[in-house]
Structure formats: structure tokens, C-alpha cells
């Protein structure tokens, strides 16, 4: 599908009723590269208060199983985004999702906040560094498609519109946001998996292109040094270049979806994106009924 034939379909398409396939068609026209980039900042963005980075660190998972936590969240989002939240595919996602969370206290605020950034951070990063901006009927049905997936997750208290929610992600950031070490810890761990893509002589630029491309608040929370004016600088100037030649020269078509080949090398089942430890329990689970069930 050409570019200009994928933005008519979008122009076409109802907000609310068909934001499934929007949030497909917008992946589709040359943006899979910058949501799993946004992404990516709205997980990171979430280690910065301490109730949420708290949880992850005590799990242990994040410093033990670091690739497999990134690419167990990045897969379980991108199926969402792929097939729909009510696509089979969808619902095992979901289901993954929401055993996984069954097995921890977390309160209400903190997964509202979780789900803001999802909504926010790729239209945000979008309208900074995409190839083009996304329209209004693109980022409602946006905020559409993220609604429904945290009420199908039995989150309560939705604000009822895009800006709302940006209100209250703003609201909770000036009130949850601050050091600890556990904001610390994680964050460290989530750096160290991206460094470890890359060569040795590149893992110096993780850090301080990082912090470009993260915000104020969340960089003191995590204690991440404010980035040089030669960074931001270099950082602002290669992501202009990449949309304005994606601008000219991309095209956009069904991406190559991520396959998480660095923990899945063979492939992966949705019932194996889950922290080890859960993975553990429900083996162990299912051996103790199938012992019940033989005696």
C-alpha cells in the first residue's frame, strides 16, 4: 500500500469505531520504528516512581532477566497493536497480561499511569520525530484503542478523553515522581540491556542519548545526567534528517513485526511472556494437579 492510499483509508475510517484498524494503519505507514522507540521511553518513563519501579524491583527480574522483560513487554504491546485487542491473538495477549499482573498488588493510579504513556509517549514522539504528524482522528483512536485495552485489564477511573488523560499523567508525575534507589536499579538494568546490543565502542552513547530524548523529570528521578548541548543537539539533528528522508524516500506496507529473537531465537508462544519466576509457579501448578488427578 502506497503512503497516500493508507492516509485515505485512515481519513475514511470512524475513531471510535474502527480505532483497531487505525492503530494498525498508522504501525503500516512507516511509523513501527518510532513506536517501538516511544515504547520503549514510556516503559523507561515509568521507572521514575517508586511504587512502580518498587514492584519491578523486587521481582528481581529486571536485573536477572532484562531481554526477556523488554522483549516479553514489547511483544505483548505489539500484538495489541498488530491483530487487536479482541483478535484471538489479542485476547491470549491480554489474558498474559492480566495473569501476570494477578500475581502482584498494584495499585489502581499506577497502572492509569502505565496505560497514559502508552496512549501518550508514541503520539508525542510521533509529532516530534515522525515522518509526518499524526492527525486528530489518529491520536483519538489511539486514546480509543488504549481505553479499551485498560478496561478489558479492570482498570478503573479512565479519564474520558485524550487530554484528560494527559492531565492526569501530568498531575501524577509532579506528584509521584522522585529518587529512589529501586528508580535507580532499574533503570540501570533497562540501560544495560540496550548497551548489550551494541558493539563496545557504541554502549557510551546509550546513556546520554537517553537522556535527549527523555524528559526533565523523569532523568532526576532515575538519576540520569542531563544531556550536553552537543547531544541534543546531534540527537535533534539525526532524527530530522531520518523523518525528512523517510518523508521523501520511505515507503510505507506491512512491516517485519518484531519476533524478540534475542530471548526467542526459535520462536515464541504468548504463554511464554511472563517474568520466570510466574513461568515457575505455573509449572509447578500444573504438575501438582496432574499428581492430584492421578491419585
Known amino acids: 500500500m502506497f503512503r497516500n492510499k493508507i492516509r485515505k483509508i485512515i481519513a475514511g475510517l470512524c475513531a471510535h469505531e474502527d480505532h483497531c484498524e ?46 526477556k522483560r523488554y522483549d516479553d513487554t514489547s511483544l505483548l504491546m505489539l500484538q495489541l497493536l498488530r491483530f487487536g485487542y479482541d ?45 509526518r504528524r499524526l492527525s486528530e482522528n489518529e491520536q483519538v483512536a489511539l486514546y480509543v484503542f488504549w481505553r479499551n485495552v ?29 529518587f529512589s534507589s529501586a528508580n535507580r536499579s532499574v533503570s540501570n538494568a533497562t540501560l544495560a540491556v540496550v548497551e548489550s546490543w551494541l558493539p563496545k565502542p557504541f554502549r557510551y552513547f546509550v546513556r546520554p542519548v537517553s ?10 528521578a532515575v538519576q540520569l545526567d542531563a544531556p550536553g548541548r552537543i547531544y541534543k543537539t546531534a540527537v535533534t539533528l539525526m532524527l530530522r534528517v531520518r523523518a525528512n528522508w523517510l518523508a521523501l524516500f520511505g515507503r510505507s506496507a506491512e512491516p517485519v513485526w518484531p519476533d524478540g529473537h534475542r530471548t526467542y531465537p526459535q520462536g515464541y508462544e504468548i504463554a511464554q511472556l511472563a ?3 510466574l513461568l515457575k509457579l505455573e509449572r509447578d501448578s500444573v504438575k501438582l494437579k496432574t499428581v492430584q488427578t492421578t491419585d
Open 87 to 131: 483478535s484471538p491473538e489479542g485476547r491470549s495477549a491480554l489474558q498474559r497480561i492480566n495473569r501476570t499482573h494477578g500475581y502482584f498488588s498494584i495499585r489502581n493510579e499506577d497502572y492509569l499511569f502505565v496505560l497514559s504513556t502508552f496512549m501518550l509517549d508514541p503520539i508525542d514522539w510521533i509529532q516530534r520525530y515522525g515522518w
Open 211 to 220: 537522556a535527549v530524548l527523555l524528559d526533565e523529570a523523569t532523568r532526576k
Open 22 to 67: 487505525i492503530a494498525r494503519l498508522i504501525v503500516c505507514d512507516g511509523f513501527l520504528w518510532d513506536f517501538n522507540r516511544a515504547l520503549e521511553l514510556a516503559l523507561f518513563r515509568t521507572f521514575a516512581s517508586p511504587s512502580i519501579s518498587g514492584l519491578l524491583a523486587r521481582t528481581g527480574e529486571f536485573t536477572s532477566n532484562g531481554q
Open 275 to 277: 517474568p520466570e519466576r
Open 150 to 178: 485498560g478496561q478489558r485489564m479492570a482498570i478503573q477511573n479512565i479519564p474520558p478523553s485524550l487530554n484528560a488523560m494527559r492531565q492526569f499523567s501530568e498531575q501524577y508525575v509532579r506528584d509521584h515522581f522522585t
